[in-house]
């Protein structure tokens, strides 16, 4: 007999990650939940193969509600004070809580620079470890062991007064942890 045709894949890659990110299952509204090795048929980030341009999202939960930064510190754990939203085009993006009632100013995309899969943070190393082919890279992204070629990609973070809304958008001046322009524009 004929075997049933595969179900049909999303062609946006974004999207393809974040229903990669609902099919791991979401630990609470705002964290992601521990991240498997699910994401090696992911399309690498390019050099250069920037998202169209300068972009801007109010960062949400898996389920598109907005997250606010008093559910962000909350949520996050005190060992590592990251948590995951869906930031710039729909990617996965890791906040850090700075203080108490404050994120740090710049988001990650988890997007790995070798091969696209999602890069969970591990506190017990205090680095994110790709589960893909074990690239690694340090709290703010920068790569400390390969075959990963680059950064992780930088994005603003920026709380929005009234409310408390997350908002991210494209990093676009020069990557302060290579003193260059980013890779990703
Ligand atoms: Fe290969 Fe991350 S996808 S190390």
Redesign the pocket.
Same mark, same amino acid.
């Given at each position: 007999f004929p075997l049933p045709p595969p179900p049909a894949e999303p062609a946006d890659p974004s999207r393809r990650r974040v229903l990669n990110l609902l099919l791991v299952g979401a630990a609470s509204p705002v964290v992601f939940g521990v991240l498997g090795p699910y994401?090696?048929s992911?399309s690498?980030p390019h050099p250069g193969g920037g998202r169209g341009g300068l972009q801007t999202t109010v960062a949400t939960d898996v389920d598109g509600a907005p997250v606010t930064v008093a559910a962000l510190v909350a949520a996050a754990p005190a060992d590592g004070r990251k948590t995951m939203v869906v930031g710039v085009g729909g990617e996965p993006a890791w906040l850090t809580a700075a203080a108490p009632d404050r994120l740090d100013h710049f988001a990650l995309c988890a997007v790995?620079?070798?091969?696209?899969?999602v890069?969970p943070w591990v506190p017990a190393r205090g680095r994110y470890v790709?589960?893909?082919? @074990?690239?690694e890279y340090d709290h703010e992204g920068r790569v400390l062991r390969?075959? @990963?070629p680059l950064p992780l990609q930088l994005e603003h973070a920026a709380v929005e007064e009234d409310g408390g809304a997350v908002l991210l958008s494209t990093w676009t001046e020069d990557d302060f942890r290579t003193g260059k322009a980013p890779w990703w524009t």
């Open positions: 994401g090696a992911l690498p790995c620079t070798h091969m696209g899969c890069v790709c589960p893909c082919h @074990a690239s390969g075959p @990963a």
